[in-house]
């Protein structure tokens, strides 16, 4: 089997889904790519099935939150080909306000506890999953407390200001 | 799983079924996380995993904590083998900022993180041998995880949680004592090793035990995105040092031994071979050391390289350098970098995106433990519960790695 090179799959995955695929980089000499939740799971399902890709390895499944962003929350899925030897990275930016995205767990079992702690900590719903429920933090929480607003420290606290610590 | 046993679910008035809490502390399950499992006799109908219950939100606090104040938190994952989380670490900032390492840096972390998955597997293995009931050979091979320790000691001045290495090399070069301690570990261990191997590897207990139970279909393992021995232990021969080489794993010559049935005897097996390669790679190391530029322990890269402290009372410019990384003043660049290293349980993985401050925007780790952990539950259906026990043995669960 032979690898495939990121303008090879950027090539694939352009005739495939067109302009859905956004804001292809390649940063440190892995491929990533934006696109939108609607073809979300049309996109993991071509690149899990597909054979010229075959990105059988669902390597993690996490979100980023942009606060001064319109769609403020980015779930990234990192994927990897192992028969292929390549990487890929998708992201997909959703409104924070209204976090819902369809579940991975259709195509891999082990997206069930990943999406669950990205729900946990960002309060991302993944539509479909089978329990979604947290899964770090207690039950009572109430927050998602990777989300930005959020602080680290007791904001009261003096001897703990962010800028002591760089931030 | 006999499917002649009458299954009950929770409301059935003529249910049988114990509850077993098998945890939160319970000797057999190795850390903190809890079991709920629903037993009919021995055997366990189903199970809910619970966990958390040492989460530190460690990816809240590295966003508030520059470059080198992260690194003691990767020590607090997997603490059996803390030193390759802390390379791991170093590796992934260095790739952020484009730093190429000496050769003689490389290879020393080799050796230490070599070590460090020995000192890794001897736990998993000989607890395996200790739950199905043979304490000798724990007490046995036990002891090399001490001399491991020492060595540890010897380099960086602590055991557990090593917080070995600087972003950029290591704080000092190994010493005559380190080097001595190595070569003596290099002659004794091998020995151990193969007496335990006499006594477990055709061990009829043992094997009895151990062979047949939890199998794991390649299919099933890479579905629930297992990797590491594990994931070896199906037959797929995935491994991060040989598919994306960092740390100059190229050079060496080595095998990836895998299993074929995915059980725990198989398990057992390729965390034992994998213990006989990293001795075979720490030789290597060591004779590759010879032939480098003794001293060299560090890239040179001042912007990023903590100076050493003679250094900062005595010296102009170590002193500007010194307090422009303490104070953050230097830029590191605007960028997103996974980058992935073998450790003891499998891929752990750094997903890191700077936004130009000192401090992370964002890191996430891809912990093997946490991610190996979630068949458990699904596993155990239909399993004895003195079988799920060491299922959970040889899936080498570390809580610290688990809950992050």
Same mark, same amino acid.
């Given at each position: 089997?032979?690898?495939?090179?990121?303008?090879e799959?950027?090539?694939?995955?352009?005739?495939?889904?067109?302009?859905?695929?956004?804001?292809?980089?390649?940063?440190?000499?892995?491929?990533?790519?934006?696109?939108?939740?609607?073809?979300?799971?049309?996109?993991?399902?071509?690149?899990?099935?597909?054979?010229?890709?075959?990105?059988?390895?669902?390597?993690?499944?996490?979100?980023?939150?942009?606060?001064?962003?319109k769609?403020?929350?980015?779930?990234?899925?990192?994927?990897?080909?192992?028969?292929?030897?390549?990487?890929?990275?998708?992201?997909?930016?959703?409104?924070?306000?209204?976090?819902?995205?369809?579940?991975?767990?259709?195509?891999?079992?082990?997206?069930?506890?990943?999406?669950?702690?990205?729900?946990?900590?960002?309060?991302?719903?993944?539509?479909?999953?089978?329990d979604?429920?947290?899964?770090?933090?207690?039950?009572?929480?109430?927050?998602?407390?990777?989300?930005?607003?959020?602080?680290?420290?007791?904001?009261?606290?003096?001897?703990?200001?962010?800028?002591y610590?760089?931030? | 799983?006999?499917?002649?046993?009458?299954?009950?679910?929770?409301?059935?008035?003529?249910?049988?079924?114990?509850?077993?809490?098998?945890?939160?502390?319970?000797?057999?399950?190795?850390?903190?996380?809890?079991?709920?499992?629903?037993?009919?006799?021995?055997?366990?109908?189903?199970?809910?995993?619970?966990?958390?219950?040492?989460?530190?939100?460690?990816?809240?606090?590295?966003?508030?904590?520059? #470059?080198?104040?992260?690194?003691?938190?990767?020590?607090?994952?997997?603490?059996?083998?803390?030193?390759?989380?802390?390379?791991?670490?170093?590796?992934?900032?260095?790739?952020?900022?484009?730093?190429?390492?000496?050769?003689?840096?490389?290879?020393?972390?080799?050796?230490?993180?070599?070590?460090?998955?020995?000192?890794?597997?001897?736990?998993?293995?000989?607890?395996?041998?200790?739950d199905?009931?043979?304490?000798?050979?724990?007490?046995?091979?036990?002891? #090399?995880?001490?001399h491991?320790?020492?060595?540890?000691?010897?380099?960086?001045g602590?055991?557990?949680?090593?917080?070995?290495?600087?972003?950029?090399?290591?704080?000092?070069?190994?010493?005559?004592?380190?080097?001595?301690?190595?070569?003596?570990?290099?002659?004794?261990?091998?020995?151990?090793?193969?007496?335990?191997?006499?006594?477990?590897?055709?061990?009829?207990?043992?094997?009895?035990?151990?062979?047949?139970?939890?199998?794991?279909?390649?299919e099933?393992?890479?579905?629930?995105?297992?990797?590491?021995?594990?994931?070896?232990a199906?037959?797929?021969?995935?491994?991060?040092?040989?598919?994306?080489?960092?740390?100059?794993?190229?050079?060496?010559?080595?095998?990836?031994?895998?299993?074929?049935?995915?059980?725990?005897?198989?398990?057992?097996?390729?965390?034992?071979?994998?213990m006989?390669?990293?001795?075979?790679?720490i030789?290597?190391?060591?004779?590759?050391?010879?032939?480098?530029?003794?001293?060299?322990?560090?890239?040179?890269?001042?912007?990023?390289?903590l100076?050493?402290?003679?250094?900062?009372?005595?010296?102009?410019?170590?002193?500007?350098?010194?307090?422009?990384?303490?104070?953050?003043?230097?830029?590191?660049?605007?960028?997103?970098?996974?980058?992935?290293?073998?450790?003891?349980?499998?891929?752990?993985?750094?997903?890191?995106?700077?936004?130009?401050?000192?401090?992370?925007?964002?890191?996430?780790?891809?912990?093997?433990?946490?991610?190996?952990?979630?068949?458990?539950?699904?596993?155990?259906?239909?399993?004895?519960?003195?079988?799920?026990?060491?299922?959970?043995?040889?899936?080498?669960?570390?809580?610290?790695?688990?809950?992050?």
């Amino acid at each position: 089997m032979a690898a495939i090179t990121n303008q090879e799959l950027i090539t694939i995955l352009g005739d495939k889904f067109g302009d859905k695929i956004v804001n292809v980089s390649e940063p440190y000499g892995l491929l990533t790519f934006e696109t939108s939740k609607d073809v979300i799971i049309s996109v993991l399902t071509f690149l899990k099935e597909s054979r010229n890709t075959d990105f059988n390895f669902l390597t993690d499944i996490t979100a980023v939150h942009y606060p001064e962003k319109k769609h403020g929350i980015a779930v990234v899925y990192h994927l990897h080909s192992m028969v292929k030897r390549v990487r890929v990275r998708i992201k997909v930016f959703i409104d924070e306000h209204h976090p819902h995205i369809p579940t991975a767990t259709v195509l891999w079992n082990g997206a069930n506890w990943m999406e669950r702690e990205t729900y946990d900590l960002f309060g991302v719903k993944f539509d479909g999953h089978p329990d979604l429920r947290r899964i770090l933090n207690m039950d009572e929480l109430g927050v998602h407390p990777m989300l930005k607003q959020y602080p680290l420290e007791d904001p009261n606290r003096v001897d703990k200001k962010d800028e002591y610590f760089g931030r | 799983m006999n499917h002649n046993q009458p299954v009950y679910t929770d409301n059935d008035p003529q249910s049988e079924l114990v509850t077993l809490n098998l945890g939160p502390t319970h000797p057999a399950t190795h850390g903190v996380f809890q079991n709920v499992l629903q037993l009919d006799g021995e055997r366990i109908v189903s199970g809910v995993s619970t966990i958390g219950y040492i989460h530190r939100a460690f990816e809240k606090i590295a966003e508030h904590r520059p #470059f080198y104040q992260i690194t003691p938190l990767t020590d607090r994952l997997n603490y059996c083998s803390s030193p390759i989380n802390n390379m791991g670490w170093h590796m992934t900032v260095e790739k952020l900022l484009n730093i190429t390492m000496p050769k003689r840096v490389d290879y020393l972390r080799v050796i230490i993180m070599e070590l460090a998955r020995i000192s890794d597997h001897i736990i998993c293995n000989t607890i395996i041998g200790q739950d199905t009931g043979a304490t000798t050979t724990f007490l046995y091979l036990f002891q #090399f995880r001490e001399h491991i320790y020492e060595i540890y000691e010897e380099i960086c001045g602590a055991r557990l949680t090593t917080n070995i290495g600087r972003i950029g090399g290591f704080e000092r070069d190994f010493n005559e004592i380190a080097f001595a301690k190595i070569n003596k570990f290099l002659k004794e261990f091998p020995v151990a090793l193969k007496e335990f191997e006499n006594l477990l590897n055709r061990n009829r207990i043992f094997i009895d035990r151990t062979a047949g139970v939890a199998c794991v279909t390649p299919e099933q393992a890479l579905s629930y995105s297992w990797s590491g021995p594990l994931l070896r232990a199906t037959g797929v021969d995935y491994d991060v040092r040989v598919s994306e080489p960092y740390s100059s794993y190229g050079d060496f010559d080595f095998e990836v031994p895998v299993g074929t049935s995915g059980d725990i005897y198989d398990r057992y097996l390729v965390r034992n071979e994998e213990m006989w390669q990293s001795v075979s790679l720490i030789q290597q190391a060591m004779d590759k050391l010879k032939h480098e530029p003794a001293g060299i322990f560090h890239a040179d890269v001042p912007e990023f390289y903590l100076p050493a402290k003679e250094q900062v009372y005595n010296n102009m410019e170590a002193l500007i350098y010194h307090f422009k990384i303490v104070m953050g003043e230097i830029d590191a660049p605007k960028a997103e970098v996974y980058h992935a290293v073998e450790g003891g349980n499998g891929e752990l993985g750094f997903y890191l995106i700077n936004d130009g401050g000192r401090t992370p925007y964002r890191l996430h780790f891809r912990r093997p433990s946490f991610i190996n952990y979630q068949m458990f539950a699904h596993m155990s259906e239909g399993m004895l519960l003195s079988d799920a026990i060491i299922n959970m043995s040889s899936m080498n669960i570390i809580a610290g790695e688990l809950d992050a």
